[in-house]
């Protein structure tokens, strides 16, 4: 008898195959990349990952916003926020180094995948193709929240500076 396919499932498949990351994926690579993940959800001001954590797990913003913040002297500073299609936890789960951020839901609702490192391990070995996509939407979602930071420091600088290099 065939696996029955839940409808979660469904609408899971559907909203990655929207996304860039599965652009190259056949449908049935979508389904075999879901199922190394696991569905999670979080609340509005949930922590998904925390400072000094080491990541066992990649997150794939499904639904809603999530947003990075930065311990200043105690203090929550937002450093960058991620929507749907974006990875997030990479850097730790790559590098193995602490978090040096934290993962919080900022909507109602924030439905993300979860990948964790076994299972990433078990998706290097077994499918490839899939992995190395994996890796290139970690690289993006970086990118995207390098190219975000450097913005704000050189407005902070045209501001403070008037446009002075120094």
């Not at 000094?52 to 500073?77: C, M, P, R, S, W």
């Not at 600088?157 to 446009?163: E, L, R, S, V």
Request: include cysteine.
């Amino acid at each position: 008898m065939p696996h029955q396919r839940t409808t979660e499932q469904f609408e899971l498949n559907d909203v990655l195959c929207q996304n860039k990351f599965c652009e190259s994926l056949t449908i049935r690579e979508v389904n075999t990349f879901l199922e190394f993940t696991e569905a999670v959800s979080y609340e509005k001001g949930d922590i998904i990952a925390d400072f000094g954590e080491i990541g066992d797990a990649l997150y794939f913003v499904i639904e809603g916003v999530t947003g990075l913040f930065h311990d200043n002297q105690g203090k929550e500073v937002e450093i960058g926020e991620l929507e749907a299609g974006e990875l997030m936890g990479s850097m730790s789960f790559f590098d193995n180094q602490p978090r040096s951020a934290r993962i919080r839901a900022m909507s109602k609702n924030t439905r993300l995948l979860r990948i964790s490192k076994v299972m990433y391990n078990r998706l290097r070995v077994e499918h490839p193709y899939i992995s190395v996509l994996l890796l290139e939407q970690a690289i993006m979602s970086l990118d995207h929240l390098f190219r975000g930071v450097s913005m704000d420091i050189a407005s902070f600088n045209q501001y403070m500076y008037g446009g002075i290099m120094r």
